[in-house]
Structure formats: structure tokens, C-alpha cells
């Protein structure tokens, strides 16, 4: 996988890619290729031609070499190179020029490990660890590369050592910088906010540069930790994609330049706005890891990769594959309206209609009435839950559920016994009133006081043994972001080091109880990264759960993120956020491919749709075991449809959901082009044991339902009349 030259020049290759760089003559790691897998990567032609530019030049006797055209592995600022940097900050000296050169390099079998960030797990992998180092101010960047034999995903991290005898101050501390050639590309993204996340969108790329980014101290909704170059025409079956992440749940950046002579710069990494890391003689200072996708055949394969390292190498090992439990969750079956006996009737009901586990969401902690007190105090409120959690566990149990309980951890209410005690816990500056966000406040996770008490908190709850699964939200962006444990001239590491303090904690609490669900939420999506996604298996990627927005949200997650990390219920009908009516059956299938499925209905509302939701329930528990490590693909997306297909891990069940937006008369026949199957094998429809060839599914097509509008004739498949209509089809494999 990973060879070099005499001359040194370095190649990462495995069946997916080819990644190529060299020590130039002029000593500056210089990238050669990345792109499909080359036979003689060594041989690779250098696209950077040594040419005259009207530009300076920083190479004596190298007139033709200079930084500013130059495809670089890891660029500086100050010495000719004037596109955005990798490094950039303030060196012993007291200027920001820093020249990075080649010392050394090492090949380790498998990959290291991060500490205190979490890592992509090694396994049949090697990494390639290259020195840099800046000789004047004695400041070394181990860049290391990781490749793995069955995965097409490059790892990247920067390691930075002040081996001077002077402070070094960080601001730009990029985890990769990916340099590749002039070309016509277009740029997509992911944008969104509150219960609208994940929205697509593709613009091409223009000249300067192009950021998506975060301050707000989680990566947020306004930006998923995404972005993909596609070359132009790139479709979802077609075109060369280039994709990043970053294994980050902060304040991020990653950008796209395209520079004066069009090539285009990658960067990937912590956001250098308002960063700034002091770095002691002696110390270090690791960046998260930047991941890298290179796919030849669209969209679809971009996502396949991306889906099967998220699953194999990221989430947690011990719920790989594992099936997810169908839940009633609380929460908008009864918002505050919650008390023992409400959870125990919901628990009666849930029993009822065949799901598996009682979820309580929030409200049952002390004197928690509304959204204006108590997060923090974390102990049953006496009034409503006088038997306490564990005991109300137990009777909850006791009717052969399983029980899960939500906590928002990371906050507080300055109505709260916390904040009265530790008022100086939360992130804060001096003299300046705190912005309220949820009427809440961010407790300080870069105090490790702050954490301990967390631990004991959560555990405290935990620890009766009878817990399932845990919510773990986070509702407000951070402002005010000042800690009272940091010196002044330490204040703008605080965003870091908060999420290394909510690193630490998830880790210990996950350690602890490794048979718990984590389920990652923030206000829904608001922190739905690879980061969490290291500690939870899975995430509450919305609170829209109206079908047609949910559809759009899941469309553009699962660009990135396997369906088998996501969690979707059936809420109530007139939406709570927008008001939209629809059907049992839409709600459920707009996430019928989402590992975890359930209801978050009123007894009254489970009661008018009994029948109805209890097949949907019996569905999703039959199909539990399929809907973890199988194959998403996104067949169909307009303005008006929506198709995906979704096929089990071993490949016997084909699932296809269509879902047809506002009706309208004399609509064209649709039909739907199956990917993935075998074609020589036969797929027999389940509802009517109609048998199809795998080549005439895939290559001649399933025709869709029709939107019935007029008369409907027997023998033909429609679809309920009216808006917002769908069909699942399930195919069984022949044997
Ligand atoms: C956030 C979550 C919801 C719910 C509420 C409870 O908004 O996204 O699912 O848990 O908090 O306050």
C-alpha cells in the first residue's frame, strides 16, 4: 500500500486510490496525484510545470520553482506562496513566516491512535508519518497518512512540536491541505439550521475562495463538516468526486481555493478564526483527523465508501450490525406534561402497539416544568417521579420494555441548585452579560471539575443497571466563550478544549456502560458529526419529522453518514414545526431505512391510528435486522419525487420507497432503475409474488405507482389519492 522511492517519492495506493507526492529537489513536499489507482504511481508526470512567473521567488538558483503555483502537502505563508495556509501563526521571532522542509519520514504498520481526540480505527491499514520541520524557529509538523487495503478512505492528522527554546503561537492548524490541479469543478455542501438541516447545495466553483465553517462551538447545522468537489457533470452515477470531513464536533473550517492560476486548495481542519493555541517549548499540539474520499463514479459510489468506513471504522464497534430497538419516545406524546404514571400509561401503550422500549424524554428532573429551569440538577423531580428513575425503570421493565432516558448535559439554567453553587462553571467573560440561548447556559467542559461532577451525575443515574439507551442533547450555540480556569492569554483555546472535556466525558461514560445506546442530539442536527458519532452510534439527526422535510434532511445525510446512524420516529399529524398533515404510512416510511425506529404520538393520537401504527411498528421490528450494514442508494430526488433503495447485507431483501410529493392529474409513468443487484438472480415482489429478473430490475426498471387522481382501474399499482403519497416495495432474493 504504501511505497517509496530513493528519490522519495511516496505512494498510497489500494484498489480505490492512488495518492502520490515527493520531496521536490527544492526539499518542499510536493503532491503528484491523487485519483484512481495507478499500476507505476512513481512514474506519475509532474503537473506543476517548473515555468516563469511574474512572482518571487524564494529558491536560489530555482528561478522556475516557486511556492505560489506549487501543489504542496502541507503550504506556509510568507515565502511566495500566497493562497490560504496550513500553518500560519506567530513564530519565536515575533513574525508569522514559517518554511516547512523535509527531515524524515517513517512507514508503522496499522495506524496510531490520537490521544484525547477520538481516532479512525486502524485494521489492515499502514500510515505513512512524514517531519517537516521549520529550521529557524525549530518547530516540527508530523503530517501522517493513513491507507487502509478495503476502504477508499485517506486518513490525515498534523502533529506540531515546539522543539525551541521559545513560545510558538498557532492560529492556522489545518489537519490536511490537499492541492490538485487546475480544473472546471463544481462544490457541494451541506447548509441548514433548526429542523431544516442537511440542505444540498451545488454551486461551481468560482475563482477566490470558497469556506464553510463554524464559530459557534459546535460543527452546527449552518454547515455539515462535508464538502465534495465534483467534477462539472458529476451525477450520481457518474463523475470524479473528491470529498472531506473531519472527525471534529468544534468550530471547523474546511475551504476550497481556486487560485490565480486555477488550481484548487483543500483545507481541512479547526476554523483559524478566533483559534489560537500557545505552544510551549517542549509541547505538542494535535489536530483532529481530516478524512478524504476519492470516488470515480459519482455520488453514489462517494457515499458507498463513505458509508462503509463511518460504520467499520468510526462508530462504536460493539453496536456494528448490531439492530436497533423500535421506542415511543416522550417527548412530543407529552412535551413537560410528564410525570410517573403518564410514563407508565405511554409504557402500556408502547407494550400495545409492539414497539420495544420506552424512551422519557425531557422533564423528569428537578423542578423541570418548562424550558426555563434545572438543567443541572440532575436528580428526579419528587413531586412527579417520587419513585425516583431507577425504580420507575424497573416497573417500566417490569412490562418487557427496554428504557431510555434523555440529559442534556453540557447546560445549565441560572434557575438551577447548580448554578446558585457554581455560578463561575459556565462559559463566561468578565464584565459582560451572558447571552441565554433555550434560557440556558454552557457549562464550561475545559474545566475538568466541570466533567467530574458530569460523570458523577450521569452515573449516578446510570448506574442502577436498568438503563438501555441514553439521549444526550445539547440545545444552544455557544457565545460569551471565555472560561474562568484559563489564563487571559489562554481564552481562545477554550472552544477546543471544551470539546476535548466532552471528549473525555463521553469516553469515560461510554467505557463504563458499553451496553448503553448513546444517541447523539443537538436541537436535532446541530452537531451530527463523525466526532459524536466516535462515541454514539447513532444520532437524532432532526426534529422535523414531517415527512417531506425529513426526506430532504435524510437525502442529504446520507451523502456522508450510513442510514444505520440515524434515528427517525412517527410524530404527530399536524406537524409540530410546520403544520403539514400526512399519513401514518408517509411518516413511517420517510424513515423506514433509519436503524432506529418508533412513535412520538399522544395516547389519543396511538389510539385513532391503532391498527395502523402497530403494522408499521411490526414492520420495523421484522426489518430491524436488515436495516443495519446493508447498501442506501439514492435512485430518484426532484422536486416532486423521491426513490431510494436500500438492500440487506447479504443481499436477500431489496427495499424501495417512492414517495410522490403534490399530486396532480395525467402525471407521466415513472420508473425506477434498481442499482446493485445480481443479475442473474430473480427478486420476487413480496406483496404479490410477481418474479423479476435482476438485470430487467436494474437495466429496464420498476415502473413506479401511479398517483391516482381519477378513476383507478385493479389491476394497475396506485398510490393513495392526494398530496404527500408513497409505496414501499420489498423484493425477497430468489434462493
Ligand atoms: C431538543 C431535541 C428534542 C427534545 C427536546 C427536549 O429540541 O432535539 O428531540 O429532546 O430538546 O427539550
Not at 6 to 31: Q, W
Not at 403 to 413: D, L, R, S, T
Not at 656 to 663: K, M
Not at 691 to 702: C, E, F, K, P, S
Request: glycine fraction near 8%; aromatic fraction near 12%; charged fraction near 25%.
Amino acid at each position: 500500500m504504501i511505497t517509496v522511492t530513493k528519490d522519495k517519492i511516496f505512494s498510497l495506493t489500494n484498489r480505490f486510490f492512488s495518492y502520490v507526492f515527493r520531496v521536490s529537489p527544492e526539499g518542499i513536499l510536493e503532491h503528484l496525484h491523487y485519483g484512481g489507482p495507478l499500476k507505476t504511481p512513481h512514474n506519475v508526470a509532474v503537473h506543476h510545470m517548473r515555468t516563469q512567473r511574474e512572482t518571487a521567488s524564494n529558491f536560489q538558483g530555482s528561478q522556475y520553482f516557486n511556492l505560489s503555483d506549487t501543489p504542496q502537502e502541507f503550504p506556509c505563508f510568507g515565502t511566495s506562496d500566497y493562497r490560504f495556509p496550513a500553518l500560519h501563526g506567530r513564530n519565536s521571532d515575533g513574525n508569522t513566516v514559517f518554511s516547512l522542509h523535509y527531515k524524515s519520514h517513517k512507514i508503522v504498520k496499522d495506524k496510531p491512535r490520537l490521544k484525547k481526540l477520538p481516532t479512525a480505527r486502524g485494521g489492515d491499514s499502514e500510515t505513512l508519518v512524514i517531519t517537516l520541520e521549520d529550521p529557524r524557529h525549530k518547530l516540527t509538523v508530523m503530517l501522517s497518512y493513513t491507507v487502509y487495503r478495503d476502504y477508499g478512505v485517506l486518513v490525515r492528522s498534523a502533529k506540531f512540536k515546539n522543539k525551541g527554546d521559545q513560545e510558538i503561537q498557532l492560529q492556522h492548524a489545518f489537519s490536511s491541505a490537499l492541492d490538485l490541479p487546475a480544473n472546471e469543478y463544481d462544490v457541494l455542501h451541506l447548509h441548514g439550521t433548526w429542523a431544516r438541516e442537511f440542505n444540498e447545495e451545488r454551486i461551481s466553483l468560482p475563482k477566490g475562495r470558497f469556506v464553510i465553517d463554524s464559530s459557534r462551538g459546535t460543527s452546527s447545522a449552518a454547515h455539515n463538516p462535508f464538502i465534495a468537489l465534483l467534477q462539472k457533470g458529476t451525477t450520481e452515477e457518474f463523475g470524479r468526486v473528491y470529498a472531506t470531513s473531519l472527525i471534529y464536533s468544534g468550530n471547523f473550517a474546511l475551504s476550497v481555493e481556486k487560485g490565480e492560476f486555477e488550481d484548487v486548495r483543500i483545507l481541512a481542519g479547526i476554523n483559524p478564526f478566533n483559534f489560537h493555541w500557545r505552544l510551549k517549548p517542549g509541547k505538542t499540539f494535535c489536530t483532529p483527523e481530516a478524512l478524504h474520499v476519492y470516488a470515480d463514479n459519482g455520488l453514489r459510489s462517494m457515499s458507498h465508501i463513505w458509508h462503509d468506513f463511518v460504520r467499520d471504522k468510526i462508530s462504536p464497534t460493539r453496536f456494528r450490525h448490531v439492530p436497533r430497538s423500535t421506542y415511543l419516545n416522550t417527548w412530543e406524546a407529552a412535551y413537560f406534561d410528564i410525570d410517573e404514571d403518564k410514563v407508565l400509561d405511554l409504557a402500556g401503550k408502547a407494550k400495545e402497539i409492539g414497539v420495544e422500549m420506552l424512551v422519557l424524554d425531557d422533564g423528569w428532573f428537578e423542578g423541570r416544568q418548562d424550558d426555563t429551569s434545572s438543567l443541572g440538577d440532575w436528580t428526579a423531580d419528587k413531586a412527579r417521579f417520587p419513585s425516583g428513575i431507577p425504580a420507575l425503570a424497573s416497573k417500566v421493565k417490569a412490562k418487557g420494555l427496554k428504557f431510555g432516558i434523555w440529559f442534556e448535559p453540557e447546560m445549565v439554567n441560572p434557575r438551577s441548585a447548580l448554578f446558585e453553587k457554581h455560578p463561575d462553571w459556565v462559559l463566561h467573560v468578565p464584565g459582560r452579560k451572558s447571552s441565554l440561548g433555550r434560557n440556558q447556559l454552557t457549562l464550561d467542559l475545559s474545566r475538568p471539575e466541570v466533567t467530574d461532577y458530569l460523570y458523577e451525575q450521569i452515573d449516578a443515574i446510570l448506574c442502577c443497571g436498568n438503563i438501555d439507551y441514553v439521549k444526550w442533547d445539547m440545545n444552544r450555540h455557544m457565545t460569551e466563550v471565555g472560561s474562568a480556569g484559563l489564563p487571559k492569554n489562554r481564552q481562545r483555546e477554550v472552544s477546543h478544549r471544551y470539546i476535548l472535556g466532552l471528549y473525555g466525558l463521553l469516553k469515560k461514560l461510554t467505557e463504563k456502560y458499553p451496553d448503553i445506546v448513546f444517541e447523539n442530539c443537538a436541537s436535532g442536527g446541530n452537531r451530527f458529526d463523525l466526532g459524536m458519532l466516535s462515541y454514539m452510534p447513532q444520532g437524532w439527526i432532526s426534529d422535523m419529522c414531517d415527512p417531506v422535510g425529513r426526506m430532504d434532511i435524510i437525502n442529504g445525510a446520507s451523502y456522508l453518514y450510513p442510514l444505520d446512524t440515524m434515528a427517525a420516529y412517527i410524530g404527530p399529524s399536524p406537524n409540530h414545526q410546520n403544520g403539514r398533515i400526512s399519513s401514518i404510512q408517509t411518516r413511517f416510511l420517510a424513515g423506514m431505512f433509519c436503524a432506529a425506529r418508533g412513535v412520538s404520538l399522544s395516547e389519543a393520537e396511538i389510539d385513532a391510528h391503532r391498527d395502523e401504527i402497530m403494522e408499521r411498528m411490526a414492520l420495523a421490528k421484522s426489518t430491524n435486522v436488515d436495516m443495519v450494514g446493508g447498501r442506501f442508494d439514492r435512485l430518484v430526488k426532484n422536486n416532486n419525487e423521491v426513490c431510494w433503495q436500500y438492500t440487506s447485507r447479504d443481499g436477500g431483501r431489496v427495499y424501495l420507497v417512492y414517495f410522490h410529493i403534490l399530486a396532480a392529474p395525467n402525471l407521466p409513468f415513472r420508473r425506477a432503475h434498481l442499482t446493485g443487484l445480481d443479475p442473474d438472480a430473480v427478486y420476487v415482489l413480496q406483496e404479490d409474488n410477481t418474479r423479476y429478473q435482476g438485470d430487467a430490475l436494474m437495466h429496464n426498471g420498476m415502473p413506479m405507482p401511479y398517483v391516482a387522481t381519477g378513476q383507478v382501474k385493479d389491476d394497475m399499482r396506485y398510490m393513495s389519492k392526494g398530496d404527500f403519497s408513497s409505496y414501499l416495495f420489498i423484493f425477497n432474493k430468489e434462493k
